[in-house]
C-alpha cells in the first residue's frame, strides 16, 4: 500500500510568515500533485512535478519534488490570509496509461492577519 | 467551462436506507473517481472508471456498488447505510494521458440519522 505522510498536519502561523509544509513516502511516486482544498469544495490543483528535482513556481508557492521521487514540498513566501486552507499532496504511480491519486491526510494552515 | 457536476449536493438518509450519488464527469473527460471524505480526514479512494470499465478499487465496502454510464456519467449507489457512512463524497473527473489534471465536483454531503 503507499501512504503518503504529510507534515505538519495543523499550522497556524502570522500574516508575512514563510512556511514550509512535507509530504513523505517510502514509495516512488510518477508525479505528485499538491492540491488546496476550502472547506464544503472539492480540492483545485495547484500544481503537478513529474521530474525527479523539479522546481516548480507559483506566485508566492514554491513546490520541489525529491530526487528519489519519493517526497515533495510545498513552501509559501509572506504568507497571506487568502492562503488558509487544506493542502493536500497526492501521489500517482501507474502501470498503464493512468493511474489512481493517493492521498495524503493534508496540512489545514490557517493564516491570521 | 463545464465542471464536475454532482448531485444531490445534500442528502439525508436514515439507517439501513439506500442512497444514489451522482456525478457528471466534464465533457470529453473518460475516467471517474469516486472518494469519501470524512470530517477531519483526507480524501479516501473508493473507485474508479475508464471508458465505462472499472480500472481500480479502493476502500469500497461491499454495500456500495457504482457503474459508468454510456453518457460517462457515473452512479455510486450505497446499501444498507450505517452511520459511519456519513461524509462528504467527491467525483473527479480527468481527461486521458498521464499526469493529467483530475477536476473534482462540489461534493455530495450525506448525512445518516
Known amino acids: 500500500t503507499q501512504l503518503l505522510e504529510q507534515s505538519p498536519q495543523f499550522l497556524s502561523i502570522q500574516e508575512g510568515e514563510n512556511l514550509t509544509v512535507y509530504c513523505n513516502s517510502s514509495s516512488v511516486f510518477s508525479s505528485l500533485q499538491w492540491y488546496r482544498q476550502e472547506p464544503g469544495e472539492g480540492p483545485v490543483l495547484l500544481v503537478t512535478v513529474v521530474t525527479g528535482g523539479e522546481v516548480k513556481k507559483l506566485k508566492r508557492l514554491t513546490f520541489q519534488f525529491g530526487d528519489a521521487r519519493k517526497d515533495s514540498s510545498l513552501h509559501i513566501t509572506a504568507a497571506q490570509p487568502g492562503d488558509t486552507g487544506l493542502y493536500l499532496c497526492a501521489g500517482e504511480n501507474y502501470g498503464g496509461s493512468q493511474g489512481n491519486l493517493i492521498f495524503g491526510k493534508g496540512t489545514k494552515l490557517s493564516v491570521k492577519p | 467551462a463545464a465542471g464536475v457536476i454532482q448531485s444531490p449536493r445534500h442528502l439525508i438518509k436514515e439507517k439501513r436506507e439506500t442512497a444514489t450519488l451522482k456525478c457528471y464527469p466534464i465533457p470529453r473527460h473518460d475516467t471517474v473517481y469516486w472518494y469519501q471524505q470524512g470530517p477531519g480526514q483526507d480524501p479516501q479512494f473508493l473507485i474508479s472508471?475508464?471508458?465505462?470499465?472499472?480500472?481500480d478499487k479502493g476502500s469500497i465496502p461491499d454495500r456500495f456498488s457504482a457503474q459508468q454510464f454510456s453518457d460517462y456519467h457515473s452512479e455510486l449507489n450505497m446499501s444498507s447505510l450505517e452511520l459511519g457512512d456519513s461524509a462528504l463524497y467527491f467525483c473527479a473527473s480527468r481527461a486521458q494521458g498521464k499526469n493529467t489534471e483530475a477536476f473534482f465536483g462540489q461534493g455530495t454531503r450525506l448525512t445518516v440519522v
Open positions: 472508471f475508464y471508458e465505462k470499465m472499472q480500472s
